[in-house]
T-cell receptor, first 112, second 111 residues
Framework: ETGVTQSPTHLIKTRGQQVTLRCSSQSGHNTVSWYQQALGQGPQFIFQYYREEENGRGNFPPRFSGLQFPNYSSELNVNALELDDSALYLC???????????FGPGTRLLVL | AQRVTQPEKLLSVFKGAPVELKCNYSYSGSPELFWYVQYSRQRLQLLLRHISRESIKGFTADLNKGETSFHLKKPFAQEEDSAMYYCALPSYGGSQGNLIFGKGTKLSVKP
């Protein structure tokens, strides 16, 4: 069984740029959730994808968008980066009818 | 609004001492609650969930609806228990995958 993987591990961008983060879900999982974890905080829900459709969204602006592909891997896109977007971005996958989420190692984004 | 509160940022105990990590939640129904743990340089992983009623690595957590608490306990702490611990609650009314996390408590177990 393959766990959740994320790429890249680290990323440095400047304000105003765009970034794409990638996530491969655990084998057999069809639901992917993305979280933002700022320094010293718990993870905050961004959105969830289930079978390629957005299935819930947290309190994040539209410049945070995502995709899920037929193989259930997912992307998180952030446009017009701001300094406050600097954080660890976590991807978690789960079976649709279960709430246990399995997390990836995260992508650490630094916006300068 | 649903909320999870972990009042202690840092908890430091000696090896062999009992440990209790506090978690309070705000939700009027019957919630399912989780404890996640993150060891140094490892990913966030599920430690235990309320519905399972099991003991993992010697940790237990009991849901107290009257006090809206889900404290994590272990009678004898070990050095390998040192980690960040997060309490989490599903966002009812939203997508099932939406977990609301507390800010976390860093447990440090000294030799």
């Amino acid at each position: 069984e393959t766990g959740v993987t994320q790429s890249p591990t680290h990323l440095i961008k400047t304000r105003g740029q765009q970034v794409t983060l990638r996530c491969s879900s655990q084998s057999g999982h069809n639901t992917v959730s993305w979280y933002q974890q700022a320094l010293g905080q718990g993870p905050q829900f961004i959105f969830q994808y289930y079978r390629e459709e957005e299935n819930g969204r947290g309190n994040f602006p539209p410049r945070f968008s995502g995709l899920q592909f037929p193989n259930y891997s997912s992307e998180l896109n952030v446009n017009a980066l701001e300094l406050d977007d600097s954080a660890l971005y976590l991807c978690a996958s789960s079976l649709r009818d279960k709430e246990t989420q399995y997390f990836g190692p995260g992508t650490r984004l630094l916006v300068l | 609004a649903q909320r999870v509160t972990q009042p202690e940022k840092l908890l430091s105990v000696f090896k062999g001492a009992p440990v209790e990590l506090k978690c309070n939640y705000s939700y009027s129904g019957s919630p399912e609650l989780f404890w996640y743990v993150q060891y140094s340089r490892q990913r966030l992983q599920l430690l235990l969930r309320h519905i399972s009623r099991e003991s993992i690595k010697g940790f237990t957590a009991d849901l107290n609806k009257g006090e809206t608490s889900f404290h994590l306990k272990k009678p004898f702490a070990q050095e390998e228990d040192s980690a960040m611990y997060y309490c989490a609650l599903p966002s009812y009314g939203g997508s099932q995958g939406n977990l609301i996390f507390g800010k976390g408590t860093k447990l440090s177990v000294k030799p």
